[in-house]
């Protein structure tokens, strides 16, 4: 299968190149992979952005840690199989060591510590590069997707739970850490619900598409997860009026949230990613008109919603092995190493 | 006058050279000069970050706006006058546009889309760079200050307002459009204080050193600027109550905006300047106390306090000029561009 493309190479990348006589001549590809909690995503990409195989298997939780790590170790051996394979790039949840290439914890998959770089490297003998999904997706967003033209992006996904990331210059910001972007955890209603990393309050404990559904559920005195946030918005539209307070809750929320990056990091725009961005104008209109409020002394960045979808993670992971090839930053503070290094010039040489 | 140092180089800087026979050898400097609401700071700086000239002149705001440039293009003129400048970096207050060499906006001074780049430039015939003062501050300290060694910093100058500035990989993030760091209009207590922005509750209204005085003298009921900062501070040792629930609120706020900054953007510390940094361990003895019990998933980082005190923006400014002959990014986001412009090679080559 020839999947759409991501233009995933900077203006100057050429196309795959073309022998006389018009056949394709083989090209260097990169593996990317996105590790989810249901499902692993895949794909071959050429430097052009060319994405020339992908595919989908499930991550298989529930069958333990040693199995889903084996499943990627299998799915990456199979991707690269017969392929001009260069360097893979990998995307998991939670806390991520790019530096160190371990997956430090990852609440979904049961991880703590798992040398991922490590054991990728082994099986599979490619120079292998470790980001952290929803930063990846950030990273993809800017170069390739609803962040292009803007100096800085914040990309704030919504789902299950909320993250974000930042991308100024075309460079993701990790943290110190490797925790920067957990928009989803910023206190937004002090005193306000727990949250499952024990605080209250947090974005996520109000604003995610599953708490928006869990919401709408207890608020009706009905099962907890008998109402998914796509039904509220359905719901809200039809003037169901416990839906549409719901509904402006999280909005609310997110707008204080967004109102606090924004006086923060000052992006030059804000793009909505994950399952809630789904709802399109619902939740764009409301959002930026929220947002606007809230904003006394400046203008709010625009707002925009994702252009790559749940690809985005996989394209971001494809961007960060290719950037690993090129010696081309990824994230912020590498170059500036790179010229502490010596390989900048003084006005002194 | 030989003023102390800012070893405002990076590592691999030289001293200054000595000719054969241990004469001083004259060398190249940059101007620096930090324009405040009361004073304008200035010093001339060799490569090594040797101060061999420095001083301050009063700002004079109170003559009106064309006034004050006057003062500033006269005393850019006096301190270049027969030195080998190659450079000016200066730094100004309120919202400043660096790429386009424009002071947007600054309250403390009466300005307007101030062309202050163009109006230096015109003055000495020099290369004039433009920053704002507080995030010239966080440059410095990240360089050469109380940041040193952090992979990534913030910075927070709290004072008659607060602002702030993240330094990642030594470069400072200006923001989209010149206004990020802006932490002292984060709202911390939604429905507070009116703040001069016109919003309620942000941290300026409980935190700055300004506000800190107000509140003491108004719940003691006297005039609201009979009480400074530093006399709180001195009330609450001798066990004054109102002056201990003063300070506290103070505290609680900016570990609430701190906590803020924390989970959006993972610094690996947190530096502390401005006038209430005097205050030391009674400041950030219970701001780190305050800031770990925020925390429920991760630890905080560390705190410290500025080690260039009131002259951070002056050595900022001085780095800033050094950065713009060196072709070495001040700002983030800039070396990408460079990449982006071809200077970067691809794998493909």
């Known amino acids: 299968m020839i999947a759409a493309p991501f233009p995933v190479s900077d203006p100057g990348g050429s196309p795959l190149p073309i022998a006389p006589g018009g056949q394709r001549v083989r090209s260097d590809l990169v593996a990317a992979m996105d590790v989810g909690g ?95 999904d929803v930063r990846l997706g950030a990273l993809a967003e800017a170069r390739v997707g609803a962040g292009v033209g803007a100096a800085s992006m914040y990309f704030i996904a919504i789902g299950t739970g909320i993250a974000g990331g930042q991308v100024t210059g075309g460079a993701v910001d990790n943290g110190a850490t490797g925790q920067a972007g957990e928009v989803g955890h910023l206190v937004v209603r002090p005193g306000g619900r727990l949250c499952n990393c024990g605080n209250h309050g947090c974005l996520e404990t109000v604003s995610s598409a599953s708490r928006i559904g869990q919401s709408y559920s207890l608020l009706r005195g009905t099962d907890a997860s008998s109402t998914s946030a796509r039904e509220v918005a359905e719901l809200m539209q039809a003037g169901d009026p416990i839906a549409i307070q719901v509904w402006d809750d999280a909005i609310a929320a997110l707008a204080d949230a967004l109102a606090a990056v924004t006086v923060l990091t000052d992006p030059g725009r804000i793009v909505l990613g994950g399952g809630l961005s789904l709802a399109g104008e619902l939740l764009t209109d409301p959002l930026a008109e929220a947002l606007a409020s809230r904003m006394t002394f400046r203008s709010p960045p625009p707002i925009a919603v994702t252009q790559l979808g749940d690809r985005a993670g996989l394209a971001g992971a494809a961007i960060l092995a290719w950037d690993h090839l090129r010696h081309q930053p990824s994230t912020l503070g590498e170059s500036m190493s790179a010229v502490a290094a010596g390989e900048g010039g003084t006005a002194d040489d």
């Not at 989908?56 to 990456?76: H, K, M, N, Q, S």
């Open 38 to 132: 249901t499902s692993i995503k895949a794909g071959l990409v050429a430097a052009d952005g060319t994405v020339v195989r992908e595919a989908r298997r499930p991550t298989g939780a529930e069958g333990g840690v040693p199995a889903v790590i084996d499943r990627i170790l299998g799915f990456a051996a199979d991707l690269v199989a017969g392929e001009q394979v260069k360097a893979i790039g990998i995307g998991v949840p939670g806390i991520v060591d790019s530096a160190a290439g371990i997956a430090r914890y990852a609440a979904n998959l049961g991880w703590r510590d798992v040398p991922i770089v490590q054991l990728l490297t082994e099986r599979v003998g490619l120079p292998v590069v470790l980001g952290h």
